[in-house]
Every structure is written in structure tokens, then in C-alpha cells.
């Protein structure tokens, strides 16, 4: 069970590096917008491999979701404020990879693919009182960097 943090959700990066890393069998989009989206879901699952099963689902239904998939899924939150609303809803998450969050206005530049916003940083530190090793590297053959103080 793999959970991700990323502003592009299903792109390169998730479909070529992580999905064979982690060997996941179930694509988990936890994002209300995709999951209201059937036009922009049918578009993604174009570029997902056929042996996966792709499904977007707004954040609220993840427990479900997981417990229907097992234990072979990569699960991908497009924003912090998701991944805390799940961490709060009682998700349990080992680990929980940032991996792009883009530039924007009141956004700190932490990481050449991460930049946090005050929110941002405040949602991580929820969610490491969970007990989750935050993991910030955009793709597997990275050095992990953990959350140092200053990166939250």
C-alpha cells in the first residue's frame, strides 16, 4: 500500500516509476473533483496499463475503497488537505510520499518539485502526528529526503 501526494495526479512519473516500484494492482485517484470528472477519468485510464485498476473516487469513500482492493493499491491525493482529511478520517498510512506540488502564490519553493504553502506545512505536521514518515522525492530511484524542520 503506497499513498502519494501529487498536484498532476496520473502522469509519467506515477505510470512508469511508481506503479512498477510498488507493484500495485489497484490506481486509487482520492480527489472529489476527478472523482465528478467521467470525462477527464476516461482520458487518464487511456494512458494506465490494463493490468491495473484505475479508480477515482472522492476522498470521503477511500476507507471503503480500500478495504473492497486489499492490499495492493497506490493510492494519489492531489493536495495536502486531502491526504489530511484521509489521514483524519482514520486512514492508516505508513508513508506517505510528496511528490509535486507546483509553485503558486503564498507558496514557499521547499524542494525543486515541492513548494508548501502555510496550510500546506500545518496539513504535513497533522499528519506526522499520525505517525507518518513523510517521503519527499518525486520518483523511487530518488535519495529519500524526510521532513526535516525546515522542509515543514
Known amino acids: 500500500m503506497w499513498f502519494r501526494v501529487d498536484n498532476r495526479l496520473v502522469h509519467g512519473q506515477v505510470i512508469e516509476a511508481w506503479l512498477p516500484y510498488t507493484g500495485a494492482r489497484h490506481l486509487i485517484v482520492a480527489n472529489d473533483e476527478l ?8 482520458i487518464i485510464e487511456l494512458a494506465v496499463p490494463q493490468r491495473i485498476l484505475t ?3 472522492p476522498v470521503h469513500d477511500l476507507a471503503v475503497t480500500l478495504d473492497a482492493c486489499g492490499e495492493d493499491c497506490f493510492v494519489l491525493f492531489g493536495n495536502c488537505q486531502d491526504a489530511r482529511r484521509a489521514s483524519n ?3 492508516i498510512m505508513e508513508t506517505l510520499n510528496i511528490g509535486n506540488l507546483h509553485y503558486g502564490p503564498e507558496k514557499m519553493q521547499i524542494l ?3 513548494a508548501l504553502s502555510a496550510e500546506d506545512r500545518e ?4 499528519i506526522q502526528q499520525h505517525l507518518v514518515l513523510l517521503d519527499f522525492r518525486s520518483v523511487p530511484t530518488e535519495t529519500v529526503r524526510g521532513p526535516h524542520e525546515q522542509l515543514i
Not at 35 to 42: K, N, T
Not at 123 to 126: H, P, Q
Open 35 to 42: 472523482a465528478a470528472d467521467p470525462l477527464r477519468q476516461q
Open 55 to 57: 479508480h477515482f473516487i
Open 89 to 91: 478520517a482514520g486512514i
Open 112 to 114: 525543486p518539485h515541492v
Open 123 to 126: 496539513d504535513l505536521r497533522s
